[in-house]
């Protein structure tokens, strides 16, 4: 409110002069205050109901097994092979879809491609519209990821081959209808642009399944020493399947595995060293962040 502080007389009339009471400002200070957190609190509440009904369902539909959160990873990861590693897929229609016209789940399917960077795996996920269950040799599996494996489910494998039971485990999802992901050269190819030899393995879990079996020749990847270090440096992708191949009870493991490797050997041209990049005996001495395995 005003109040008077003087009063002169002149010929133009009075003068008053007035100043608001200390009260009335810190009041509508308080006014501001409260309507402020109102807002705050309302914009939460609306981001978290659109979260909740709008952008997890979305991000669950991103992957046909409706799991938000691989949703959100296969958005980051559209992000990193598109912007960074821009990245091209070329005859990606071979792929057969998760759902078949008519809306029923397709059948099963292995994808089996070269492997050229630690960025492989999430080239090839983004590329198709499957979660893919990439199987992994266990000596790379680092204990600092193990959440990471935990939710993709990821396969181990020990090349000891004493141990059946990730084969067995990989069977059963396909025969499901789901989708195993495997680099049958077994480890990265070092040096780059020639093809080592295929583990029959692939050709077994074809053989037992039943199911197609699409092959991937990835190249174009950064060329780093580490097989995380491919991640985030930038690079021209480049990925194209053939197939998808069906094969027989009649065809020995050794025969699929070979045929696999003969297409990609054919679509990329580069030499064959037949190599073996793992053998059983060795287990590998560095890790993939460069570390030293004990």
């Not at 590693?85 to 089996?112: E, N, V």
């Not at 269950?133 to 494998?157: C, G, H």
């Not at 009870?249 to 045929?259: D, R």
Request: contains cysteine.
């Amino acid at each position: 409110m005003a109040v008077p502080l003087n009063a002169q007389e002149g010929s133009g009339g009075t003068f008053i002069r007035s100043i608001d009471s200390p009260g009335s400002t810190n009041d509508r200070r308080g006014v501001l205050l409260a309507l402020l957190i109102l807002g705050l609190l309302t914009s939460w509440v609306l981001l978290m109901l659109l979260f909740q009904y709008r952008l997890l369902p979305w991000l669950g539909r991103r992957l046909n097994d409706g799991d938000p959160v691989s949703g959100l990873m296969k958005c980051l990861a559209w992000w990193v092979t598109r912007v960074i590693h821009r990245t091209t897929y070329i005859d990606w229609d071979r792929i057969p879809a998760a759902i078949d016209p008519d809306g029923r789940p397709g059948r099963g399917l292995i994808i089996a491609a070269n492997h050229t960077a630690g960025i492989d795996p999430l080239l090839v996920q983004v590329g198709i519209d499957r979660h893919i269950r990439w199987m992994m040799w266990d000596k790379m599996m680092v204990p600092q990821l193990d959440a990471l494996w935990r939710r993709e489910r990821i396969i181990p494998i020990s090349m000891d081959q004493r141990d059946s039971t990730s084969i067995r485990e990989a069977i059963r999802h396909l025969k499901a209808g789901g989708t195993i992901g495997i680099f049958p050269e077994g480890a990265i190819e070092r040096p780059g642009r020639q093809l080592r030899p295929f583990h029959p393995g692939v050709g077994l879990l074809a053989r037992m399944s039943g199911v197609p079996v699409v092959a991937v020749w990835i190249s174009g990847t950064p060329y780093k020493e580490t097989a995380y270090g491919s991640l985030l440096s930038p690079s021209h992708s480049r990925l194209q399947a053939m197939g998808p191949f069906e094969y027989g009870k009649k065809q020995s493991p050794e025969e699929i595995s070979e045929h696999l490797r003969q297409q990609v050997a054919q679509a990329s041209g580069w030499p064959l060293n037949d190599e073996q990049i793992i053998e059983h005996e060795t287990p590998p001495t560095v890790g993939p962040f460069g570390h030293h395995l004990a």
